[in-house]
């Protein structure tokens, strides 16, 4: 995805857990922001969606998740996932790559995620371009 953006003001968008929450229908992503820290989506009532770890920290260039659903327990049961975000700046523009895998035939959670990830991201790229979503929370 091609986003008018810079980098930074991506990683902002990425890491900042009051911004996020706008993109991310309403849930709140809060970590600590380095290789090794903690990171976990929290709904608004306080329900933990997913939770994991920052495996990868390279601001403003690459940010890598080891993942896993808390919410619903035959994906938790398919065990971690990770999901990595590269961005590279492209003239005007920063192209966002996002991939998120499972060592798992046939994930269920993969499937899940398949379907979350575009609202997630179309909100992002309007919320930095235009300045609102297209998809409010859930």
Not at 31 to 37: D, H, L, M, R, V
Not at 83 to 104: D, F, Q, Y
Request: hydrophobic content about 40%.
């Amino acid at each position: 995805m091609y986003i008018r953006t810079t980098p930074e003001k991506l990683w902002v968008a990425l890491t900042s857990a009051d911004f996020a929450q706008q993109y991310w229908r309403g849930a709140r992503p809060e970590a600590e922001w380095k290789a090794g820290g903690s990171w976990k989506l929290v709904y608004p009532d306080g329900r933990v969606t997913d939770m994991g770890e920052i495996v990868e920290f390279e601001p403003p260039k690459r940010l890598g998740i080891r993942w896993r659903n808390e919410f619903r327990p035959e994906l938790k049961a398919e065990g971690w996932s990770l999901c990595t975000m590269e961005i590279e700046p492209m003239g005007e523009a920063v192209k966002l790559t996002v991939a998120h895998s499972i060592e798992r035939e046939g994930s269920k959670f993969i499937a899940a995620v398949t379907e979350g990830w575009p609202q997630i991201l179309s909100n992002l790229k309007s919320l930095l371009e235009t300045g609102s979503v297209v998809l409010g929370p859930k």
